[in-house]
């Protein structure tokens, strides 16, 4: 079907990055276990009794092991999670974009249309924070592949259609899933629906109505 090429869009895209909530409360839980491994170690301490192999083992663990593991992925993953992320929609295909950010280096790659067989607005059941409840229905865009794409962001990586838990056909063997919790991540989706629909509305497809208007 023939098409008019549109001005590209642009489209930040809110979510899609690492728990950093996670990491911290992991960061949190470790610093508490070791101040409560060293609160029952004291009166040892204050009493001169050497600590067996497994003690030590242990206060090792829980007073530099584990926080250290934790500060690690953290201080990993912080770059990333405040690193702007970017869908451009334009003539030559659908890019993914994450910005570089301190020690992140990025990371971007430009799906061609030729290589998107079917793009799909659906509905999923997401875990959710900012939902009333801990599960919450969420759009989200399945961008089915002809051919794996290499590069592609953490937030848009290519997946086998084959594990698609909402049990629908796939009309291609590959798919990447734009979406997921919050709902500043469900205005993004849309604003990338509306994009790609405009430009491509050959290759649009909505399954389901009741959030996609």
Same mark, same amino acid.
């Given at each position: ?61 829980? /007073?530099? @092991? &584990?926080?250290?593991?934790? !500060?690690?992925? %953290? ?5 990333? *999670?405040? +690193?702007? $992320? ?54 989200? /865009?399945? @961008? &089915?592949?002809?051919?794996? !794409?290499?590069? %592609? ?5 290519? *997946?086998? +259609?084959? $594990? ?50």
């Amino acid at each position: 079907m023939a098409h008019r090429p549109t001005a590209p869009r642009t489209v930040r895209v809110f979510g899609g990055g690492p728990d950093v909530l996670g990491r911290a409360g992991l960061l949190f839980s470790s610093v508490v276990a070791g101040g409560l491994t060293a609160y029952a170690l004291c009166p040892r301490f204050g009493a001169g009794a050497p600590l067996s192999p497994a003690e030590a083992l242990f206060a090792a663990a829980a /007073l530099v @092991l &584990y926080p250290a593991v934790a !500060v690690c992925s %953290l201080v990993l993953a912080l770059p990333r *999670a405040l +690193a702007r $992320r970017e869908v451009v929609v334009g003539a030559a295909g659908v890019e993914a974009v994450e910005s570089p950010k301190w020690w992140f280096q990025g990371r971007r790659a430009l799906i061609p249309w030729d290589a998107i067989a079917e793009v799909r607005a659906e509905t999923v059941r997401v875990r959710d924070r900012d939902g009333p409840a801990r599960y919450s229905d969420r759009p989200v /865009l399945d @961008l &089915y592949l002809r051919r794996g !794409v290499s590069g %592609l962001p953490r937030f848009a990586r290519c *997946a086998n +259609a084959g $594990r698609l838990r909402e049990g629908r056909d796939a009309p291609a063997a590959l798919y990447t899933r734009i979406g997921g919790r919050g709902l500043l991540m469900e205005l993004s989706v849309r604003r990338i629906g509306e994009a790609i629909a405009e430009e491509r509305p050959d290759l649009f497809q909505v399954t389901e109505y009741p959030h996609w208007p």
